[in-house]
């Protein structure tokens, strides 16, 4: 025990430049979890990029534990959080899914998805029971190979190094596999979106599909750093890289804040400009999955999901396009409900029941507005359309 504690002590303290760069990305790694967790709902998809950004911080803590030396004080963890390097790739695409396809993540459907991540800690379980020194040695083999080795207990067993000698190639596997499946999903979501090119604000699938790139840069890195050093002496450069991919994802995150917007500098009854807003961006977010189909779509509820003041809302559309707020949902629901009654697809739905397939609450409403914008019922309609046939 002595001279096992002996080679612990001769083990270096390190702090560089380096170190205190990985350390403020870990800081605010964690820092940022802890307000995606306070802030956000369980069942959102931002819930699952703070567990991928909280999976992200505790492995950079430990290669940044064993960087700087401090691992020879909690050397029974040393190699841990190996299980949760498999989980990175896998969340980055949960978070991706959830996003683009507006679908929650289920366990019970995408269990196979975790299945290595679970599986690799039982392969593992002797590494975990073998005595310190074991531990200590595989540290000063990767990390410090010009200090002695200790003596390990003659009954120790190393079965559990053949699954460990692939890890690397696992986690390669993972991150190709997973940067495919959600590429797949950028490019599919990217067909069907409608996103003006005046729109400034970083929208859901620009997010995306910058991760997409940082996922590529970053499986590089790791590809280059495998093939350039044994062990994880080299992984503080991919730890460098995932720090700077979190200061960037902050930087995304506060220009999203609404601390920015003049809704939320201004007081309650105060007037706002109508320059705060433009009506490609009011035009996007209702046609985005068909929002203005919704029979519960209001005002209120737009001017929320712009994060802007009503008033703002009201004054772009009537000065845009000279139309109050619900004549201007009501045309483009007219417009769908032209189509499907014409549609043999709705040709079992009554009058009535399409009306409400694109929002209208009522019969009345339906008719009323209809009339207003195409001058006839929709009966009228439907007649005079057959007749040119």
Same mark, same amino acid.
């Given at each position: ?70 691992? /020879? *004080? ?22 991706? *899914? ?27 379980? !002797? ?9 200590? %040695? ?39 596999? &997973? ?18 090119? /005046? ?10 599909? %910058? ?16 093939? %350039? ?17 979190? &200061? ?83 045309? /483009? ?25 694109? !929002?209208? %609450? ?12 195409? !001058? ?14």
């Amino acid at each position: 025990m002595e001279h096992l504690e002996a080679i612990i002590d001769q083990i270096p303290i390190r702090h560089n430049l380096v170190s205190h760069f990985m350390f403020l990305g870990i800081s605010q790694a964690y820092f940022l979890t802890i307000i995606i967790f306070l802030r956000s709902k369980a069942s959102s998809p931002i819930r699952i990029f703070g567990w991928s950004l909280l999976f992200q911080a505790i492995v950079c803590t430990d290669t940044y534990l064993c960087y700087t030396g401090l691992m /020879k *004080y909690t050397l029974q963890w040393n190699d841990s959080t190996e299980f949760l390097v498999l989980m990175i790739a896998p969340s980055i695409y949960f978070f991706t *899914y959830a996003l683009l396809e507006r679908r929650p993540f289920n366990l019970k459907k995408h269990w196979p998805h975790i299945l290595v991540p679970l599986l690799y800690p039982i392969t593992q379980i !002797g590494y975990f029971l073998n005595p310190l020194s074991v531990k200590l %040695n595989a540290y000063l083999d990767a990390y410090h190979p010009s200090i002695s080795m200790v003596q390990v207990p003659e009954n120790v067993t190393y079965h559990y190094q053949i699954i460990k000698d692939e890890f690397r190639w696992l986690v390669l596997l993972s991150f190709a596999i &997973y940067l495919g499946l959600s590429i797949r999903l950028v490019l599919n979501s990217r067909k069907n979106r409608k996103i003006s090119a /005046k729109q400034i604000r970083v929208d859901k699938y620009a997010f995306t599909r %910058n991760t997409m790139v940082f996922l590529v840069l970053l499986l590089t890195l790791i590809f280059v750093v495998y093939l %350039n050093f044994e062990d994880d002496a080299g992984d503080h450069y991919i730890v460098l890289s995932m720090t700077t991919i979190t &200061y960037i994802s902050s930087f995304f995150i506060l220009s999203e804040s609404r601390f920015f917007e003049n809704s939320w500098l201004a007081d309650r009854y105060e007037t706002l400009t109508v320059d705060s807003l433009d009506i490609e961006r009011i035009e996007s977010t209702i046609m985005e999955d068909s929002y203005f189909l919704s029979p519960e779509l209001s005002l209120k509820r737009l001017s929320e999901r712009l994060e802007v003041n009503s008033n703002v809302v009201s004054k772009t559309i009537n000065s845009e396009l000279q139309l109050n707020f619900n004549d201007y949902i009501n045309q /483009k629901r007219v417009r769908v409900a032209q189509e499907r009654l014409l549609s043999a697809d709705f040709a079992h739905l009554t009058v009535e029941a399409i009306g409400n397939s694109v !929002g209208f %609450n009522s019969k009345s409403a339906f008719y009323t507005a209809f009339k207003k914008f195409v !001058g006839l019922s929709p009966s009228a309609f439907v007649k005079q359309k057959k007749a040119l046939k």
